[in-house]
């Protein structure tokens, strides 16, 4: 069972360009997390998908940004007329629907390898 | 949620018993203790959970106050490898929405 795959793992964009970063979560997994790290710095919680829903997106900011989960491929995180403070890593988590898998007794979130995005 | 405090950093040498403890004085009666473990450069990795008294699996044991305000994670004999960021995160177990916000953590450096 693969694990939660994120793409680029590298990613380099000039400022005003765009940036599209993509997550499949692990196999029978249906929940999708999006956080951001900037460096020296924790995990921030930017949005909680399902399925072609957003559940909470109060930790995106709110221009440029946007998430989606679409029912077919993989979740992904589009950063609009990136700018040089969106420099971080984007990691993206995934956990079982709820009660379903031993996993979703402890509420685990299994993170992908996260994607690093450097703006010039 | 329940605001956590932890120590920025910790330096260790090989084969000692490690405890990071964490700081809880909000955690709420639905709450539970969770701790993930970040290598350089990789996500996050759940270690261990616990509600109260203690916890125990093959990484490491959570000890937990009869008041909850605190928990220890202990890492026994530590090696290099463990070399790594401890998050303590305190929530509800949601089964599956955790909308946390890690902090900075602990940093262990473990010393040959």
């Known amino acids: 069972n693969a694990g939660v795959m994120q793409n680029p793992r590298h990613l380099v964009r000039r400022r005003g360009q765009e940036a599209r970063l993509r997550c499949s979560p692990m196999?029978?997994?249906?929940?999708v997390y999006w956080y951001r790290q900037l460096p020296e710095e924790g995990l921030k919680f930017m949005v909680y998908?399902?399925?072609?829903?957003?559940?909470?997106e109060s930790g995106m900011p709110k221009e440029r940004f946007s998430a989606e989960f679409p029912k077919e491929g993989p979740s992904i995180l589009r950063i609009q007329q990136v700018v040089r403070g969106d420099s971080a890593a984007y990691f993206c988590?995934?956990?079982?629907?709820?009660?379903?898998?031993?996993?979703?007794?402890?509420?685990?979130?299994?993170f992908g390898e996260g994607s690093r995005l450097t703006v010039l | 949620l329940a605001k956590t405090t932890q120590p920025i950093s910790m330096d260790s040498y090989e084969g000692q018993e490690v405890n990071i403890t964490c700081s809880h004085n909000?955690?709420?009666?639905?709450?539970?203790i969770t701790w993930y473990q970040q290598f350089p450069s990789q996500g996050p990795r759940f270690i261990i959970q616990?509600?109260?008294t203690k916890v125990t699996n093959e990484v490491a044991s959570l000890f937990i106050p009869a008041d909850r305000k605190s928990s220890t994670l202990s890492l026994p004999r530590v090696s290099l490898s463990d070399t790594a960021v401890y998050y303590c995160?305190?929530?509800?177990?949601?089964?599956?929405?955790?909308?946390?916000?890690f902090g900075t953590g602990t940093k262990l450096q473990v010393i040959p």
């Open positions: 988590a995934s956990s079982p629907p709820r009660g379903q898998g031993k996993e979703a007794g402890t509420g685990e979130l299994f």
């Open positions: 196999k029978g997994h249906s929940h």
């Open positions: 998908l399902q399925k072609e829903n957003i559940i909470d």
């Open positions: 909000n955690i709420a009666t639905n709450d539970y």
């Open positions: 616990g509600y109260k």
């Open positions: 995160l305190v929530g509800p177990n949601s089964g599956g929405y955790q909308k946390v916000t």
